[in-house]
């Protein structure tokens, strides 16, 4: 099977997802199709360069800034135009065309006019158009966008089952299949001989640790009144500031950065995050419950899981409804800390079985053997096989 996967971000086999185009590879051969800022300096490789076995990547800069292209036709034709250029050439220097094209940004709707027999897939890895502080006519074309781009794909792959949702009645087809964690790199053996990291080294235990973008997406008022109520318990942030300056300022983020129990880290290379989860006695999600985050399926939550680790936060997506138990979830605020103090009750090993059980079988290997069944039907006509999550049964006991 040959895939073309455009705009899939390469910084995934070392920030998102480990492993993610390596597994993939092993049944596929895959190019990456990256797309670039607009005037961004950093290098464009003209001819796809080979990355590993079966797996190549190449860098492209649109013709114009993305934003522009959201506004004018006229532009986004003329990317199209050079676009297809570009894409007929990889497929010489190549010596394969693809089977599939999948996109993963509504902007690419119709950018590379697949061949006879080629499918698309529009693998729907956000609501882009309800993303906080997007303005209201980016959101519009946006939104305008994901439509389309649902419209014009022979299968859409969302990853939170509200998207499946809103965008069932645009799409051909459209699948749920959830986003997940790589267990070599979150679940290795030698890691639980690690020495404490020395970011951390100092930090009072109990520590409950939160790995992701710090920005406003996340509840930071719950999060700061969690703090005040338990000040014996450490909470520690690591993840890169990706929001408006003006956010960082004030309001509820700047008064909880100010709690002696709450500590900001930076961010931390991706390889280094299981080690660090070793020494975490908690997880911590933060996403706020809105219709935002109804759309969104974390993968921190998988990687917590295999770690073993106890996992508490807003209750904001429902996909975890499935194997809640294994949570420590609020739908209301002033629940937190005691769930807080649930939660460190079941940081023991016994537990800690149980949870890394349920969440191998819903590791990246076994997701990405989902999603090649997928490829699989489409190219040839059957009907697409239904993602379900394991039953909590096969690993209760």
């Known amino acids: 099977m040959n895939l073309f996967l455009i705009n899939h971000n390469p910084s995934y086999q070392t920030s998102y997802q480990p492993g993610f185009y390596a ?7 895959i190019l990456v199709v990256y797309q670039q800022k607009w005037g961004d300096r950093a290098p464009e490789y003209e001819s796809p360069q080979k990355i590993a076995d079966n797996f190549w990547i190449v860098y492209r800069r649109p013709f114009a800034p993305y934003r522009l292209m959201l506004f004018s036709e006229r532009l986004a034709q003329w990317d199209r135009t050079l676009f297809d250029r570009q894409m007929k050439r990889y497929c010489q220097l190549l010596g394969w065309s693809p089977d599939i094209v999948e996109f993963t940004h509504p902007i690419y709707r119709e950018h590379y006019h697949c061949k006879t027999g080629t499918k698309k897939v529009f693998w729907l890895i956000d609501h ?6 997007n303005k209201p006519v980016q959101v519009g074309y946006l939104a305008a966008n994901e439509k389309e781009s ?10 939170a089952r509200e998207l499946v949702n809103r965008f069932g009645q645009y799409a051909k087809q459209i699948r749920f ?33 939160y790995a992701g973008n710090i920005n406003a997406i996340s509840d930071w008022k719950s999060l700061r009144l969690l703090a005040q109520s338990r000040p014996n318990y450490s909470f520690v942030l690591f993840g890169s500031m990706d929001g408006p300056r003006e956010f960082y300022a004030s309001g509820d983020f700047a008064q909880a950065m100010l709690l002696p129990n709450i500590h900001y880290m930076g961010k931390v290379p991706n390889e280094e995050l299981a080690a660090m ?17 109804l759309t969104r399926n974390q993968n921190k939550i998988y990687q917590y899981l295999l770690a073993g680790l106890p996992v508490t936060g807003p209750f904001a997506q429902p996909d975890y409804e ?3 138990s294994l ?8 629940d937190w800390p005691e769930l807080c103090d649930a939660a460190l009750q079941t940081n023991d090993e016994a537990h800690a079985r149980i949870r890394r059980a349920y969440a191998e079988q819903i590791d990246m290997e076994q997701i990405i053997r989902f999603r090649i069944s997928l490829y699989e039907a489409l190219l040839t006509n059957r009907p697409l096989p239904e993602f379900e999550y394991p039953f909590l049964d096969s690993v209760s006991g």
């Open 23 to 29: 597994e993939l590879a092993r049944q596929s051969r």
């Open 322 to 324: 499935s194997f809640s």
């Open 327 to 334: 949570l420590h979830l609020f739908r209301d605020p002033r």
């Open 177 to 209: 299949l959830p986003n997940s964690a790589d267990r070599n790199h979150f679940q290795p053996r030698w890691l639980r001989d690690a020495p404490v990291p020395e970011r951390i080294k100092k930090i009072p235990r109990p520590i409950f640790g």
């Open 128 to 133: 882009y158009s309800e993303v906080p502080g």
């Open 150 to 159: 649902a419209r014009n794909a022979d299968l859409v792959i969302a990853t």
């Open 277 to 293: 989860y070793t020494h975490f006695d908690v997880g911590l999600v933060l996403d706020a419950i809105n219709e935002f985050s």
